[in-house]
């Protein structure tokens, strides 16, 4: 019978991970949010806030300080000496601390995602009593279990600006800290693009601390293209504060983990809450991240883009959004308006320099549309008309409710004539997570093997190699 | 760069050059096989009505790994005549067109666009390319007016 015989050399397979049931991990970092999954999944299993907790303990000489970095959303919960942090740059979104990064990223593909496993044979106890050199174990394959990814090939996803540097630092961590046996790192905006089926396209990436637009062509980043701004979700928080803080009544900001209890009161009234009080000072910044979880609710249910045509400052624009039906907020303190012709004026700075509210310390962000002309006029004039006809929208700021009709018209303002076409995926899921779900795609595809930057390669040309083949 | 890695089977470089040099066939549409492991030939032919060929691209599908059928991104290239509104004579051009229609599935979309790459460096003697996602894209004057850079009759 057949099936009996070996099979013939061009017949046997060459997996090398064992085609589409690669183990392998995913992991795309942002400011806001940091998602790690399993390749071939839709969703990244694990989406964690980049945020984490930083809890200082004084030894009870009281003469030493240690802090113990917690991980996960589940505990940020108000504590005494709790200070929240951020491992990525605000200004940047790449890895600024790398210890928390490591530690965040460990705590995800690690615990997060991989099975329990015994304790090795070195720490479990049962070997302790071998002090008469008889079954002891053998050091070096100790070693080797410990790794924990040791079966699972890592891709990462990265800016497009990301350094050199901080690329090799990436790999090293992957290869010596735990393990894995193949690893790759893709540009963002080349998994969002082709995500969207395309190789080249003009990518316009919202997201928390950052918007960028980005001109691939052929599936490469066309650095000179690159263009990033703080006009993002954080940035947007800003511009609300800064509306609630000049608004009539005044907004207080007083985040949920505040409340008490709270009585139900009429639109504009003062609240009427009892505060929580805590036996220790709450520290500001895990404060200010109670706050952004509130302004991104309010984001989410409130905030709406201007669609167009023209900007929204033009002459009657607000008059005509004045007489339409605005929207209620409830602050967690009870305290409640309608949001009218607000909600469309925080927003417009994104497009409109005139409109932005100043910012803290009195700077002021490039728009959306500036990003875009900047970018274009960096590429060559040949690409223009295939790029405008592609312009992938992706980052979960742009699921602002109007936001690609204001898009489509603005780039309709700036080129008259050309064929213009917006790309966004319908699903939240995959507006959030475009970047990741490209690489949990190219991850999981059997061929994409060949591509790995594997161990032996790692170790032959050193951290030096993903500048050479992530290109 | 991120690519896919896809084999390209030793037919389609064959068939490319029969449509080339021998001018044996008008257009060649390529898929990848069922695996994602290796782009092979769907369909060579003679047929010279572009039409048919729009047609062909529009109704072409994927399976989902679930096995479900939806819409499918295709390659093509199509060896496209046309002649000078200056009465020059024609032209022939041989265009390469990434064929991806957005309500296509993210996973044959992805699969498709990063190995599009591979193909097209295999195929000499391509005169340009084309993206194409929506069936507008393929309308025959939209893609004359671009192969031909407008001067055609």
Not at chain 1, 391 to 401: K, R
Not at chain 1, 403 to 411: G, I
Not at chain 1, 418 to 427: N, T, V
Request: glycine share 8%.
């Amino acid at each position: 019978m057949a099936g009996q015989q070996p099979l013939p050399n061009t017949q046997a397979p060459i997996d090398v991970y064992g085609g589409d049931e690669i183990s392998a991990l995913v992991l795309d970092a942002g400011y806001c949010h940091t998602r790690a999954g399993f390749a071939g999944e839709d969703v990244p299993k694990s989406v964690l806030p980049s945020f984490y907790g930083s809890l200082r303990t004084s030894n009870t000489d009281s003469t030493t300080t240690t802090y113990r970095d917690i991980f996960g959303d589940e505990c940020l919960y108000p504590r005494s000496d709790f200070e929240v942090k951020n491992y990525m740059s605000e200004s940047e979104s790449v890895v600024e601390d790398w210890d928390a990064a490591t530690k965040l990223w460990e705590h995800m593909l690690i615990k997060r995602l991989q099975p329990d496993r015994e304790t090795s044979p070195a720490k479990n106890g049962l070997n302790d009593a071998a002090a008469d050199g008889e079954g002891d174990v053998a050091m070096e394959d100790v070693e080797n279990q410990e790794k924990p990814l040791a079966e699972s090939p890592l891709l990462m996803t990265e800016a497009p600006w990301n350094t050199g540097k901080a690329r090799e630092k990436a790999i090293e961590i992957a290869m010596e800290n735990w393990g894995c046996p193949a690893f790759w790192m893709s540009r963002t905006p080349v998994c969002a693009a082709f995500a969207a089926g395309k190789a080249s396209a003009l990518v316009i990436d919202v997201g928390g601390a950052n918007t960028s637009v980005t001109a691939i062509h052929d599936g490469m980043v066309l650095k000179r293209s690159i263009q990033k701004s703080q006009v993002g979700g954080i940035w947007l928080s800003q511009q609300i504060r800064n509306m609630w803080d000049n608004n009539d009544p005044k907004v207080n900001v007083v985040p949920y983990f505040m409340i008490e209890n709270k009585t139900a009161v009429d639109a504009g009234a003062p609240a009427q809450a009892k505060l929580r009080k805590f036996p220790f000072e709450v520290t500001p910044s895990y404060r200010a991240y109670e706050e952004e979880r509130l302004l991104t609710e309010f984001k989410e249910s409130v905030v709406e883009v201007w669609r167009g045509p023209g900007r929204y400052l033009n002459p009657g624009n607000e008059e005509l959004v004045k007489s339409q039906p605005g929207r209620v907020f409830e602050m967690p303190d009870g305290a409640n308006q309608m949001w009218r012709e607000q909600r469309y004026r925080v927003s417009e700075g994104m497009w409109d320099e005139n409109a932005a509210l100043p910012n803290a310390d009195g700077t002021k962000a490039q728009t959306i549309p500036e990003m875009i002309k900047a970018c274009l006029s960096a590429v060559d004039v040949d690409l223009r008309p295939n790029l405008l006809g592609n312009v992938v929208v992706t980052g979960g700021t742009s699921l602002l409710n109007g936001f690609n009709d204001r898009l489509n018209n603005e780039l309709m303002a700036m080129h008259p004539g050309m064929k213009i076409k917006l790309h966004a995926a319908g699903l939240t899921t995959e507006r959030r997570f475009g970047a990741w779900i490209g690489g949990s795609i190219l991850a999981s595809l059997g061929t994409f093997h060949q591509m790995w930057i594997s161990r032996k390669e790692y170790e032959e040309n050193g951290a030096g190699i993903v500048e050479k083949r992530c290109k | 760069m991120s690519q896919s890695g896809a084999n390209i089977s030793q037919d389609c470089i064959s068939a490319f050059n029969d449509l080339k040099l021998a001018k044996k066939y008008k257009y060649i549409i390529f898929k990848l096989s069922d695996d994602n492991r290796e782009i092979v030939i769907e369909e060579a032919s003679g047929d010279k009505d572009w039409e048919n060929f729009r047609e062909k691209l529009i109704k072409a599908t994927s399976k989902t790994k679930s096995g479900a059928v939806c819409k499918g991104p295709r390659y093509a290239v199509y060896d496209f005549e046309y002649s000078l509104a200056s009465g020059e004579g024609s032209r022939n051009k041989i265009t390469f067109i990434a064929w991806s229609p957005d309500d296509a599935g993210v996973m044959p979309k992805m699969v498709y666009a990063s190995s599009k790459e591979g193909l097209k460096r295999s195929l000499n003697g391509v005169a340009l390319e084309l993206q194409a996602n929506d069936p507008d894209d393929i309308e025959y004057d939209t893609v004359l007016k671009i192969v031909s850079k407008g001067l055609a009759g």
